[in-house]
């Protein structure tokens, strides 16, 4: 009895197995030709210490640049 008892009870496991990888979906995108559908990003300069104000933005990371070259560090 016991022995029928715990085949059913794997049979029944592989057959739940079994139907459970029919269910899965196609992972397919459906890319539309010439449209970003993420997220739209925002400026990097467009956070709090810049405004907006690109030009200030694009002076702080040239002054951030110069400052991390070492030739120019080792001349000083």
């Known amino acids: 009895m016991t022995s029928v008892r715990t085949l059913l009870v794997l049979g029944t496991a592989a057959l739940a197995f079994a139907l459970a990888g029919c269910g899965e979906r196609p992972q397919v995108i459906n890319y539309?030709?010439?449209?970003?559908?993420?997220?739209?990003d925002t400026p990097p300069y467009a956070s709090a210490p810049y405004n907006g104000n690109k030009a200030q933005w694009e002076n702080a990371v040239d002054q951030r640049t110069q400052a991390q070259n070492e030739y120019v560090r080792l001349r000083d």
């Not at 539309?32 to 739209?40: A, E, L, R």
Request: charged residues 35%.
């Open 32 to 40: 539309k030709q010439g449209k970003y559908q993420g997220k739209p």
